[in-house]
T-cell receptor, first 109, second 118 residues
Framework: AQRVTQPEKLLSVFKGAPVELKCNYSYSGSPELFWYVQYSRQRLQLLLRHISRESIKGFTADLNKGETSFHLKKPFAQEEDSAMYYCALMEPSYGKLTFGQGTILTVHP | DAGVTQSPTHLIKTRGQQVTLRCSPKSGHDTVSWYQQALGQGPQFIFQYYEEEERQRGNFPDRFSGHQFPNYSSELNVNALLLGDSALYLC?????????????????FGSGTRLTVV
């Protein structure tokens, strides 16, 4: 069965510091992976997905099939990046998302 | 476009009662998925509806059932409520066959319904 693991429940960094949110997955096929973000009092929204290889708000994520990881990175964290971040895996056939438990990122001034 | 709309926003029910939650998908979307998010946890997939049929189901008991209407809106019903059913219930809409190709067709989440069972 598929599983997504985010080992850090809480992550604190200072503004301007690099940040990396870890995500590991287990899946028997070729997964589609996403990062979702939830800012305070807002709904869950898509941040980025691995197939597009795009950068959103300065965040990037590289799929490493050998290590089964999809870590989210940003070179210079901003205070407005403070939020809950979820890594999610999608089964291509039906669009079911399996989420990790989430990481709360706090960026201090 | 209001996006995905869920109602009610908050609900308090007594153990053993039944509850119905409602979801209107984003305009242009035809598939509705339901997720349960317990406090401190990531969302867990309950089921997905497409063409008025349950297409896929997560690891939830039969007390959880759903329905999709011809206008693509959906309901989630939970019978014989347990204290453990207290959670945020999220609805997400998408376009059938979306597997991440075009961001605009992808999953769009509602704000959720906060269910408290006492």
């Amino acid at each position: 069965a598929q599983r997504v693991t985010q080992p850090e429940k809480l992550l604190s960094v200072f503004k301007g510091a690099p940040v990396e949110l870890k995500c590991n997955y287990s899946y028997s096929g070729s997964p589609e992976l996403f990062w979702y973000v939830q800012y305070s009092r807002q709904r869950l929204q898509l941040l980025l997905r691995h197939i597009s290889r795009e950068s959103i708000k300065g965040f990037t994520a590289d799929l490493n099939k050998g290590e089964t990881s999809f870590h989210l990175k940003k070179p210079f964290a901003q205070e407005e990046d403070s939020a809950m971040y979820y890594c999610a895996l999608m089964e291509p056939s039906y669009g079911k998302l399996t989420f990790g438990q989430g990481t709360i990122l706090t960026v201090h001034p | 476009d209001a996006g995905v709309t869920q109602s009610p926003t908050h609900l308090i029910k007594t153990r053993g009662q039944q509850v119905t939650l409602r979801c209107s998908p984003k305009s242009g979307h035809d598939t509705v998925s339901w997720y349960q998010q317990a406090l401190g946890q990531g969302p867990q997939f309950i089921f997905q509806y497409y063409e008025e049929e349950e297409r896929q189901r997560g690891n939830f008991p039969d007390r959880f059932s759903g329905h999709q209407f011809p206008n693509y809106s959906s309901e989630l019903n939970v019978n014989a409520l347990l204290l453990g059913d207290s959670a945020l219930y999220l609805c997400a809409s998408s376009l059938a066959g979306w597997t991440g190709g075009h961001l605009g067709y992808g999953y769009t989440f509602g704000s959720g319904t906060r269910l408290t069972v006492v």
